[in-house]
């Protein structure tokens, strides 16, 4: 296991396109976050799931955005008629139940909209 | 609400000095407070992680502190190396969720 993999790992769109972003968690973990992180700035949470089911979600989380993790190994986020605001580094981690937290990092994918 | 700051937001000092890096949080109910390193066009890797009972961390030149009654940690790095440039970028855990409360970062450049 070489960590956690994200997919791609650089996408540009054009305003007004879907895209979707695949997380592979490092095996055994069974909890994955997803965070948004824009440039000079902190990552922020998006959701969380523990297994296949979203325990958490930020109001940050529009409409527009969905993710899944339906068999409790990969995730995906995909954002739907994307915007300009929506060009951030999208960030996932994994971690173990009862764990501390700390998580291991993805390297993200940056999403660029034009 | 948590809101998390690191001061200052950007740092250069020559090769081999030692430097503090600050991390101030304003809700002192931690689960833990956490150090991370993040390169230029990379993920973010975990340094240091201090548990909200405990005072400090170590790990090789650095070291961490936590104070939680006044809402602090400082990373302390040692003989800082160019290889340390990097952004460092405090987080804490709060105990009533599983969410990661970031601060914006320390951008650090060590100059050789």
């Known amino acids: 296991d070489t960590g956690v993999s994200q997919d791609p790992r650089h996408k540009i769109t054009k305003r007004g396109q879907n895209v979707t972003f695949r997380c592979d968690p490092i095996s055994e973990h069974n909890r994955l976050y997803w965070y948004r992180q824009t440039l000079g700035q902190g990552p922020e949470f998006l959701t969380y799931f523990q297994n296949e089911a979203q325990l958490e979600k930020s109001r940050l989380l529009s409409d527009r955005f969905s993710a899944e993790r339906p068999k409790g190994s990969f995730s995906t986020l995909e954002i739907q008629r994307t915007e300009q605001g929506d060009s951030a580094m999208y960030l996932c981690?994994?971690?173990?139940?009862?764990?501390?937290?700390?998580?291991?990092f993805g390297p993200g994918t940056r999403l660029t909209v034009l | 609400k948590q809101e998390v700051t690191q001061i200052p937001a950007a740092l250069s000092v020559p090769e081999g000095e030692n430097l503090v890096l600050n991390c101030s949080f304003t809700d002192s109910a931690i689960y833990n407070l956490q150090w991370f390193r993040q390169d230029p066009g990379k993920g973010l890797t975990s340094l240091l992680l201090i548990q909200s009972s405990q005072r400090e961390q170590t790990s090789g030149r650095l070291n961490a502190s936590l104070d939680k009654s006044s809402g602090r940690s400082t990373l302390y790095i040692a003989a800082s190396q160019p290889g340390d440039s990097a952004t460092y970028l405090c987080a804490v855990l709060m105990d009533s969720n599983y969410q990661l409360i970031w601060g914006a970062g320390t951008k650090l450049i060590i100059k050789p």
């Open positions: 981690a994994s971690s173990l139940q009862g764990g501390t937290g700390l998580g291991i």
